[in-house]
């Protein structure tokens, strides 16, 4: 396996979905896990089924990361992983949104994020891996959702950066971005199932693969990136998107 035993490693937005399905893998392959999310009572249900530690931090909020930092250096010390993967959709066209919406995707995809890697750097260890969530759509914009493109786009830019700056400290910082998959993400944006369905049934047409994909297959490479076998992969952005964005 990954030969991740006895690492630690911090999870954003780890109460359903990929973070989820990051938590369950790491765990099980012998990290100690610590999730976030928003809502209390999932982040306390998670942890619980998990296994892992739970805490209620809001990424969009900088105090909250930075009492996250220093709760996780007070019980833990180091941070060998940070999966930077909370995240919000949102869907408009340009002339819909409102400064609203477009606050509340920015804060949490782009501002918290980036926040989130800039409170934890000195906790880090030398040698730690940075995976950052990003999403397909950073590379391939189209119509009704500008802000939440432009914010994976961003983020993948500071990966960028953050890759170089912290070269010197042998810490690798990555992105994924996956294509269509199987979570909660689209629910929360307020569209009912069936509306729901019927979007990804139009969007897996458009996936050369034909499928969506599967929260555990992000885990896996998030598991890969954190892990000895990637010690010379950094800077870089996986697509995981069954080929979509080729066509
Ligand atoms: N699913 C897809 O098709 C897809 C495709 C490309 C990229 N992504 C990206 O993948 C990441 C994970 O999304 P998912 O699909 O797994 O969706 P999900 O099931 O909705 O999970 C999102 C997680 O992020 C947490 N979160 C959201 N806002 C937060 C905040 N302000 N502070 C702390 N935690 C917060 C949620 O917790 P609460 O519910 O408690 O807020 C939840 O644990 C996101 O960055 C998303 O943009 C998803």
């Known amino acids: 396996m990954e030969n991740l035993k006895n690492k630690t490693?911090?999870?954003?937005?780890?109460?359903?979905?990929?973070?989820?399905?990051?938590?369950?893998?790491?765990?099980e392959q012998g990290v100690n896990v610590i999730i976030t999310g928003r809502?209390?009572?999932?982040?306390?249900?998670?942890?619980?089924?998990?296994?892992?530690?739970?805490?209620?931090a809001d990424q969009s909020n900088i105090s909250d990361i930075e009492k996250l930092a220093e709760q996780v250096k007070a019980d833990f010390g180091s941070v060998d992983i940070l999966f930077i993967n909370a995240g919000i959709a949102g869907?408009?066209?340009?002339?819909?949104?409102?400064?609203?919406?477009y606050d509340n995707i920015m804060n949490v995809n782009l501002k918290g994020a980036f926040f989130t890697l800039s409170k934890f750097i000195p906790i880090l260890k030398d040698g730690a891996s940075v995976v950052f969530l990003s999403s397909n759509t950073?590379?391939?914009?189209?119509p009704g959702s500008s802000v939440y493109s432009a914010s994976k786009t961003a983020l993948n830019s500071v990966m960028k950066s953050a890759a170089v700056e912290l070269a010197p400290r042998k810490i690798r910082v990555n992105s994924?971005?996956?294509?269509?998959?199987?979570?909660?993400?689209?629910?929360k944006v307020g569209l009912d199932e069936s509306t729901v369905k019927s979007i990804m049934d139009v969007v897996v047409e458009k996936v050369p693969l034909k499928q969506m994909g599967k929260a555990e297959d992000v885990a896996?490479?998030?598991?890969?990136?954190s892990s000895d076998a990637a010690v010379f992969i950094t800077g870089a952005d996986f697509i995981m998107d069954g080929g979509m964005i080729l066509v």
């Open 9 to 27: 490693a911090v999870i954003t937005g780890g109460n359903s979905g990929i973070g989820y399905a990051a938590a369950k893998q790491l765990k």
């Open 39 to 56: 809502r209390k009572e999932a982040i306390e249900k998670a942890a619980l089924d998990l296994g892992v530690t739970g805490i209620t």
């Open 91 to 101: 869907l408009g066209t340009i002339e819909q949104t409102t400064e609203e919406l």
């Open 138 to 142: 950073a590379s391939m914009p189209g």
């Open 176 to 187: 994924v971005s996956p294509g269509p998959t199987q979570t909660e993400v689209m629910k």
């Open 220 to 225: 896996k490479m998030v598991s890969h990136l």
